[in-house]
């Protein structure tokens, strides 16, 4: 069951000179409703960003490590993951130069893919292990199905809302018919969470139900006639 939380603005306009072509006329007071419904899934999988560096006493040298971790890299993940690694083309620079500090050259790339719930634990611990590898970020996934009955969920949510709002207002003024005139659906914010890197393990290491779920929120434009 999807959690929801919602919130609304109010705003009464004037009657206008000139209706819009896709409304129909309105004989009383035109309402403004900005609403916003915002609800949970559960996770499906998660999707994982990770650094990768090698360094060495030259340019080729860096990228030769480089190149060496990412391919042990694949070697311990490749049962994990989903789908394939992506990997990005890499980038280098020198450092240091001094007599305190020898000149060295440090080669840098990234990776990402996507694994599943049961893999959680036992990927964080293998690429906690590697040389050179660092976790930067981990975001809980829905299953695609799943979201999309969500944001169907906060849709109907939200029209209900817009609905109670306009007929409480309208009785406050005197108003007794209440008509919606139109709906303007603002992007929605939708899909992964970050999961908190400060999350610790436990004895028996890396819970994924302890993950903040993927949430969605709908945000939309109501336009009523009250008269």
Known sequence: MAAFSAGAAVMLVPRPAAVQAQQAPCSGTV???????KGEST???F???????????SERAALDQLKQRISLLRQRTSSLIQGRLTVPPPTSYK????????????????????????????????VGGLPGVRLQGMTSMANEDAEQRLQQRLLAAALRRGQE????IATTIGASNVRLLSIQRNDSVRGPRPVPMAARSS?????????????????????????
Do not use: H, W
């Open 203 to 227: 004895a028996s290491g890396f819970d994924p139900a302890e993950a903040p779920n993927p949430e969605a929120t709908v945000r939309m434009q109501l336009k009523y006639c009250l008269s």
């Open 43 to 45: 996770i499906d999988r």
């Open 31 to 37: 309402l403004q409703l900005a609403v916003m419904e």
């Open 95 to 126: 450092r240091g130069g001094s007599e305190a500090r020898p000149q060295r050259y440090v080669a840098n790339t990234g990776a990402s893919g996507e694994l599943t719930r049961s893999d959680y634990n036992l990927f964080l611990e293998t």
């Open 47 to 57: 999707r994982f960003s990770l650094a990768v560096s090698g360094e060495g006493n």
């Open 165 to 168: 709002e306009a007929k409480a």
